[in-house]
């Protein structure tokens, strides 16, 4: 069974980077069947992909959040990592990682979520 | 980016009875359409994906239809655990664009 499971602070300041990991376990990165991804859900509102990465390397970025996200793996530790730079409140969100199949097209599974606030 | 709209918003079912869910596309995403379910607190799940292939141990109460821009998730008898949150996306075109949601509410 594939697990994933997000870390990284919970709180950050404004124009500061947001950084979080993904371990995941009971399956390799670099299967390279799958891509893997970072989702978040605003308090209360919809999910959002922010976009995915290849075992490769290659990524895909939503436009929206294009030129602030940077996505990055580790096939050592088995994990991926995002980055998001010059976060404001609008960043504060649940932030999913996840496991998606096909060509990064659906996630079958997905982390717990970890809450990221953005404030002083 | 697509926009994906579910109707309704609220869903207020009692249990046994059948649940029909709508997703609209704000253009054709061809077949290219996933539903997952959400429960407070938890990570979504993946229900449906191909607009109307089960998932891995999802129960045959749950199907999914339709193609082009309009789309259905039914459940055909709601047990307890159905009542949740459950989100259309599409993956038909990058980005992959969610529906806001349909809470399905016991009644």
């Known amino acids: 069974q594939v697990q994933l499971r997000e870390s990284g602070p919970g709180l950050v300041k404004p124009s500061q980077t947001l950084s979080l990991t993904c371990s995941v376990s009971?399956?390799?990165?670099?299967?390279?069947?799958?891509?893997w991804s970072w989702i978040r859900q605003h308090p209360g509102k919809g999910l959002e992909w922010i976009g995915y990465?290849?075992?490769?390397?290659?990524?895909y970025y939503n436009p929206s959040l294009k030129s602030r996200v940077t996505f990055s793996v580790d096939r050592s530790k088995n994990q991926f990592s995002l980055k998001l730079t010059s976060v404001t409140a609008a960043d504060t969100a649940v932030y999913h990682c996840?496991?998606?199949?096909?060509?990064?097209?659906?996630?079958?599974?997905w982390g717990q979520g970890t809450l990221v606030t953005v404030s002083s | 980016e697509i926009v994906m709209t579910q109707s309704p918003a609220t869903l207020s079912v009692s249990p046994g009875e059948r649940a029909a869910l709508s997703c609209r596309a704000s253009?054709?995403?061809?077949?290219?359409l996933a539903w997952y379910q959400q429960n407070p607190g938890q990570a979504p799940r993946l229900l449906i994906y191909?607009?109307?292939i089960r998932a891995t141990a999802i129960p045959a109460r749950f199907s999914g239809s339709g193609s082009g821009t309009e789309f259905t998730l039914t459940i055909s008898s709601l047990q307890s655990e159905d009542f949740a949150v459950y989100y259309c996306?599409?993956?038909?075109?990058?980005?992959?664009?969610f529906g806001q949601g349909t809470k399905v509410e016991i009644k």
């Open positions: 996840a496991r998606a199949r096909g060509f990064g097209e659906f996630a079958d599974y």
């Open positions: 009971g399956g390799s990165i670099s299967s390279g069947h799958y891509y």
């Open positions: 990465i290849y075992d490769s390397g290659r990524t």
């Open positions: 253009q054709s995403v061809s077949s290219n």
């Open positions: 191909g607009a109307s």
């Open positions: 996306q599409q993956y038909n075109n990058w980005p992959w664009t």
